[in-house]
């Protein structure tokens, strides 16, 4: 079996974090410099047709102050400011001045890339000449631009890489939080594993994972319950198979040895523990089957009160050895029910047996048969005997449970019959239940749901 391996897991958990951190952040990165580039484009566009149009309004009211006198001067300040090189004709169409002073002035203008024209009139409107701008790379509004973009590049990057450190850092505390509680079960089951039945998760989380541990530890519980319920099971029968078969050696060590006759008398004794070590095999099997759903059931049609009856009068002998007054009695129209008769029937019988068992000479016991509200049957057997104790009452159906724990398997049986009556009736489907009370008597009750 592979082992799982935690650490690849959180390994693997923190690259998916980082690829969807870095999916998430690597668009708004480039949406959000695509956008900024294109503010700044826009903003020095409008700034440069703003100098552009004050640049316009130099030119002519130096033309008609200085009559271009000085404009050689003037026009590199003034491509300073609109970030494109200038060629000033007048109205003839020859070059007054160059700010890149690559044209002479007096010579025919030269056709630029990329240029555009700006007319220079006078406040009446006449033509005093044109400039003709082109951008200019070199100029220093130019390299502004472009570092002003390589700030912001690099301000957006430096932004996306603390955003992923950050975020990469939180996925590490959330994996953190969610594969430790894992670590924790994966310990504590492989302690399980090895035999560790005491292993339990602390669970300090909150939600799922606190479920899961929950869950776990439940699982945990019953495997231990389960397996002292298995040592104490192993013990009890060893202990209820020893009285018989030391019983059994004695009288056939006696009888091998000649102390005792092979008497009539000697040979039932030694016939009554077989008898009673065979019953107690028989009750095992019985209970092993039902408790792992395998006991076979033949389900016919049951009428409750001639059941009851037969059992009753069974029993009637016994009851009046004991001076104990027992009856039957039936409310209402009892319904049919499905069922295994015989079961059934060995279920009643533990029930009316340990209520005579369990009643003093002069008592009652009283077997009440009633449809239920939702159309079985509910089956009752009340005595005025000893009772039972409120710490018993919730372990009578366990086996080899007595509540009176001086009684032996000779004076109160191998306590197994509640445990298979228990079994029993929820393999019909039903429920078993007590109610007692010390010195005033018990009432053990079962009910069989209505046919399907």
């Known amino acids: 079996m592979k082992r799982f391996d935690l650490g690849r897991v959180w390994i693997r958990q923190l690259l998916f974090a980082a690829v969807a951190i870095a999916v998430a952040i690597g668009p708004v990165v480039v949406l959000a410099h695509g956008v900024a580039t294109a503010q ?6 409008h700034r440069r047709q703003a100098a552009e149009f004050e640049a316009g309004q130099v030119i002519a009211a130096d033309a008609q102050m200085n009559g271009w006198s000085d404009i050689g001067q003037l026009l590199p300040r003034l491509a300073q400011v609109t970030g494109e090189r200038i060629v000033l004709t007048n109205a003839g169409g020859q070059v007054v001045a160059d700010s890149a002073q690559q044209v002479k002035p007096g010579a025919k203008a030269p056709r630029l890339p990329d240029a555009h024209q700006l007319r220079i009139v006078s406040p009446t409107g006449t033509l005093l000449g044109v400039a003709t701008l082109t951008p200019s790379p070199a100029l220093i509004n ?19 890489g603390a955003s992923f450190v950050v975020a990469l850092l939180l996925s590490f505390v959330l994996s953190h939080t969610i594969t430790g509680p ?3 079960v994966i310990s504590a089951a492989r302690k399980l594993q090895r035999g560790d039945l005491g292993a339990r998760v602390k ?21 231990d319950e389960a397996n002292q319920q298995r040592q104490q099971m192993v013990a009890d029968v060893a202990h209820e198979l020893r009285t018989p078969l030391t019983i059994l050696r004695g009288y056939l060590e006696a009888l091998a040895d000649g102390v005792i006759a092979p008497t009539p008398d000697a040979l039932r004794g030694v016939h009554t523990e077989a008898v009673h070590l065979q019953h107690l095999v028989e009750d095992l099997q019985d209970l092993a089957l039902a408790e ?3 006991l076979v059931m033949d389900r016919t049609a049951v009428e409750v009160p001639g059941l ?4 009753v009068d069974g029993f009637a002998l016994q009851a009046r050895e004991k001076n104990i007054d027992l009856s039957a009695a039936f409310e209402g129209q009892v319904p049919t029910i499905t069922g295994d008769a015989r079961r059934l029937g060995e279920v009643l019988r533990n029930l009316v047996a340990n209520a005579l068992a369990y009643t003093p000479a002069g008592g009652r016991v009283d077997v009440r048969v009633r449809p239920t509200q939702e159309g079985g049957v509910e089956v009752a057997v009340a005595d005025t005997g000893i009772g039972i104790g409120p710490q018993d009452l919730a372990n009578v159906f366990e086996r080899f449970y007595r509540t009176d724990k001086s009684r032996t398997r000779a004076t109160g049986g191998a306590g197994l019959g509640l445990t298979i009556a228990k079994r029993l009736v929820e393999a019909h489907g039903g429920r078993i239940g007590v109610e007692s009370e010390p010195g005033r008597g018990s009432r053990f009750w079962f009910t069989l749901p209505a046919p399907s």
């Open 40 to 45: 700044i484009q826009d903003y020095i566009s």
């Open 182 to 184: 894992i670590t924790a």
């Open 292 to 294: 792992s759903k395998q």
């Open 142 to 160: 130019s390299a502004s631009r472009n570092n002003f973009a390589g700030i912001v590049a690099d301000a957006l990057l430096v932004a996306a």
């Open 203 to 223: 669970v300090a989380a909150s939600g799922e994972l606190a479920e899961l541990a929950h869950s776990f530890n439940a699982m945990a519980d019953g495997l």
């Open 308 to 311: 009851v009856r037969g059992i």
